[in-house]
């Protein structure tokens, strides 16, 4: 597994289990999407474990961060403003149905030897 829930809710910062289920539910679709995008198999150590890139399980948190503010409804929105904070989401810059900024981060991880 690329990450575990446990790793990705330390990352995020959550603290209660209110999304765990989401999170279970995704990760394995994460992880088949990376390795789409990743465009080869995965290395393998010499017990024959996968032996997932450098970087990979932030780069999955990413991912998995992102489809559950799709799963909200945060995407869609070009920009929203609440008081003085404001987020704005370029949702021209997709590439696999990912932001651009995560996916190449993958593809640097898929060449790399």
Known sequence: MIITIDEYKAMAGLKDSSTDS???????LIEDDYLAIRGKP????????????????????????????TLRGAVGYA???????????????MLHGYPRHIVTKIRRYGRAR
Request: aromatic share 8%.
């Open 42 to 69: 995965w290395d393998r150590s010499e017990d024959g474990s996968i032996a997932y890139p450098a970087g990979s399980r932030l780069t999955a948190a990413e991912m998995l961060s992102y489809r559950l503010a």
């Open 22 to 28: 989401q999170i279970e539910a995704l990760i394995p």
């Open 79 to 93: 920009a929203e403003s609440i008081g003085d904070y404001s987020m704005g989401l370029d949702t021209h810059d």
